[in-house]
C-alpha cells in the first residue's frame, strides 16, 4: 500500500487527481557527475582553486564545489564562463560521458587523440561528432 503525506492528497484534490503521485527522490544524473569531475579535472590542469575560478564566475566557491560533486546541474551559461575561464571546449567536459541523448547520444571522434590529453593541447578541431 502507497502512503502519501497530507500535501500530496491536498494538491491531488486541488488539481482533481484521482491517484496522487508521490514525489521520488532522485540521485545525481551521472552526466551532471561526469560534468562536475570534468570541471574538477580542468581546473587541476590550470592550477586554480575553488576559490579562484569561483570569483572570476562570480559566485561562491561553495557553488563551485557542487558543479564539482554533481550536486547541482551547470547551466549552458555557467559552462560557458567555464569554458571560457578554463580555455577548454564544451566537447571536454562531456568525453568519456555515458550518457545518450535525445538525438541517440553521438559521440566523438578522436582523431588525433585529443581525449586523455591535457587541457592545453586540447582543441576542438582535433575532435568532431560522429552520429
Excluded: W
Aim: hydrophobic fraction near 30%; aromatic fraction near 6%.
Amino acid at each position: 500500500m502507497q502512503r502519501f503525506n497530507r500535501s500530496q492528497a491536498v494538491n491531488a484534490q486541488r488539481t482533481g487527481q484521482m491517484n496522487p503521485r508521490p514525489i521520488k527522490p532522485q540521485g545525481f544524473h551521472p552526466v551532471d557527475v561526469h560534468v562536475g569531475k570534468r570541471i574538477l579535472l580542468a581546473r587541476h590542469a590550470r592550477r586554480m582553486t575553488q576559490q579562484d575560478l569561483a570569483r572570476q564566475l562570480g559566485m561562491t566557491f561553495q557553488q563551485v564545489q557542487k558543479y564539482e560533486k554533481g550536486k547541482n546541474r551547470v547551466s549552458a551559461s555557467v559552462l560557458y564562463q567555464i569554458m571560457q575561464t578554463l580555455d577548454a571546449p564544451a566537447s571536454y567536459f562531456f568525453d568519456g560521458s555515458q550518457g545518450r541523448g535525445r538525438s541517440g547520444g553521438g559521440r566523438f571522434r578522436d582523431n588525433e587523440g585529443c581525449r586523455n590529453r591535457a587541457i592545453s593541447a586540447h582543441r576542438p578541431r582535433e575532435c568532431e561528432l560522429v552520429a
